[in-house]
Nanobody, 124 residues
Framework: QVQLVESGGGLVQAGGSLKLSCEAS????????MGWFRQAPGKDREFISV????????YSGEVLKGRFTLSRDNAKNTVYLQMNSLKPEDTAVYYC?????????????????WGQGTQVTVSS
């Protein structure tokens, strides 16, 4: 069955960096675009970025562009989210997800499988 497992979250001071990983199994990873979202308490799940199946192109939300970078290693069935210059408002649970073939990449409704999430907490 399809599984997505995130790791790499934790507690970091403002200005610091974290690299999240999402390991996939149960499907042909290299055939799918993969995305990252985050959800803070009491807020909607927010789009961060998506990467194409080959890893050649990424699309990011405007608010995070320049601080977060998405990459993937198809040989390892893993997608990464490098987060730099972290701010307290980046505190959230971060999720990776597999994108379906149709629909806008910014909408969580167009992703069919999700990981369990990894908590990122940024202290001031």
């Amino acid at each position: 069955q399809v599984q997505l497992v995130e790791s790499g979250g934790g507690l970091v001071q403002a200005g610091g960096s974290l690299k999240l990983s999402c390991e996939a199994s149960g499907f042909t990873f290299s055939s799918y675009n993969m995305g990252w979202f985050r959800q803070a308490p009491g807020k909607d799940r927010e789009f961060i970025s998506v990467i194409t199946s080959s890893g050649g192109t990424t699309y990011s939300g405007e608010v995070l562009k320049g601080r977060f970078t998405l990459s993937r290693d198809n040989a390892k069935n893993t997608v990464y989210l490098q987060m730099n210059s972290l701010k307290p408002e980046d505190t959230a649970v971060y999720y990776c997800a597999r994108r379906m073939a149709t629909g806008t990449f910014r909408s969580k409704d167009n992703y069919d499988y999700w990981g369990q999430g990894t908590q990122v907490t940024v202290s001031s």
